[in-house]
């Protein structure tokens, strides 16, 4: 029985963690909301691209919490952009939008619009007949490198004076529709991969040419260079509020008195200012990036223990600094834990080297550990990651490319007295 409990749990792991960390992976991320300064839109996603705003207005969101989304006129709002990363074989389109009122018979409006301005770009629209009569409501839609292009609408008039979650995304064989969560439209008829033209830049509540203007609110503009599946489609649906921030500061790295340099490889989302500092003698090749350089110091290389600290300034109402530390250890010296009480089982333990296993606990809420830490019987570390959890209680550790041998387990740097054995 425990076996097949094994198996459904590692099914649930892969949705959860979908869920999870999928909303973090925008290349563009405008929530709106306290991101707003002067004629700047603030990007809190990973590559900070600030929009510019044009004649826009703040009105009260689908919460009714005021100035917190955006409203466009009509004929002169809009945000413009630069898309250094938008030239993806895929994407995905995601976003709170409501209408004042639909377009005039034979016209758009155009809420996302990135390509160029001669006629090459994606786009997610609100329609009335337009294009020859042939597309009405909610549709989106891009063109190829033979200029040709592909569409999905609804066909359905869009509902005015309501808010909608609309998501759009592609790749080279489907185009598909989502509304509130549900998928309403998909098409791949003439789909090939996507093409936006050389020089190509973003507008949003407007096409890149200056025409199409968007009458209505959004709120929420999401990015992502690849297709989101439709569970996570579904989540960003039903989040309410901005997600929490991630700062995770990489796996811990076993350094010796010869190192020269470490490549660190931490990793933050949704925050507005980031900081590495060091509790060393060592420096780094820039503090304020997310995986620098760092030059270990003689205080260093003698240590048993060098703590490396991310911090970064939260993206929230109150601003908070969080932090997450990776630690360099020495080779030579080792770690030498106290072991703890913790009460840990693991299953199944012998466990083969080229697969994974669960740890569970009935003290522990293991939706609070951080990190998670297999050392050698020298006290080395030789794997750290940040935990996949399945419920409060239970965790599940990738062992693939484990060396045979005994290991022990530690949760936020606490060893436990559980043995775990590694054979082929």
């Known amino acids: 029985m425990k076996k097949y409990y094994f198996l459904l749990a590692m099914l649930l792991v892969s949705v959860y963690a979908v869920a999870q960390y999928s909303l973090y992976e925008m290349v563009v991320y405008y929530p709106v ?9 603030y990007d809190v996603g990973a590559h900070k691209t600030h929009g510019i705003l044009h004649n826009v207005a703040l009105t009260t969101d689908r919460n009714g919490h005021r100035n917190s989304a955006i409203s466009f006129n009509g004929y002169d709002s809009y945000i413009e952009m630069d ?15 409501k209408v004042y009122s639909n377009p005039y018979y034979g016209e758009s409006q155009v809420l996302i619009s990135i390509g160029t301005d001669y006629g090459v770009d994606h786009f997610l629209m609100n329609t009335n007949h337009y294009s020859l009569n042939d597309h009405l409501g909610w549709l989106g839609g891009g063109y190829h490198a033979d200029r040709t292009h592909a569409i999905v609408d609804l066909q359905t008039p869009s509902k005015e ?33 996507p093409y ?6 973003g507008n949003i509540g407007r096409r890149v040419d200056g025409s199409q203007y968007f009458y209505g609110a959004m709120d929420d503009i999401r990015i992502f260079e690849r297709m989101l599946e439709p569970e996570e489609i579904m989540e960003a649906y039903l989040q309410d509020g901005i997600p929490e921030p991630l700062v995770d500061a990489g796996m811990d790295q076993i350094i010796s008195p010869s190192t020269i340099d470490v490549q660190l490889s931490g990793m933050a989302r949704l925050y507005t200012s980031l900081t590495w500092r060091t509790m060393g003698d060592g420096g780094f090749s820039d503090i304020a990036v997310e995986n620098p350089i ?10 048993e223990i060098t703590n490396l600290i991310l911090s970064c300034t ?14 360099l250890v020495n080779s030579t010296l080792g770690i030498y834990t106290p072991v703890s009480d913790l009460k840990v089982s693991v299953f199944p333990n012998p466990i083969s080297k080229n697969g994974s296993f669960m740890v569970e606990s009935p003290t522990i809420d293991m939706t609070s550990i951080k990190q998670l830490q297999l050392i050698n019987t020298f ?13 409060q209680n239970s965790i599940v550790v990738n062992s693939e490319q484990l060396p045979d041998g005994i290991y022990f387990l530690m949760l936020d740097g606490i060893r436990t007295s559980q043995k775990i054995i590694v054979k082929n």
């Open 196 to 201: 936006f033209g050389d020089d190509f830049i």
């Open 379 to 391: 006290g080395q570390v030789v794997k750290a990651e940040r935990p996949t959890v399945i419920d």
């Open 294 to 303: 760092y030059y270990p110091g003689p205080g260093d290389l003698s240590s």
């Open 83 to 97: 898309c250094p990363y938008f030239s993806r074989p895929e994407y995905c389109y995601s976003l709170w939008a």
């Open 161 to 193: 004076g309501e808010w909608m979650h609309l998501t759009y995304r592609r790749d080279a064989e489907v185009l598909e529709l989502f509304i509130n969560g549900e998928l309403v439209k998909s098409s791949d008829v003439n789909v090939q991969a």
């Open 314 to 327: 939260a993206y929230s109402d109150d601003l908070e600094v969080i932090t997450d530390t990776v630690r």
């Open 33 to 41: 909301e306290n991101a707003i300064s002067d004629d700047t839109i």
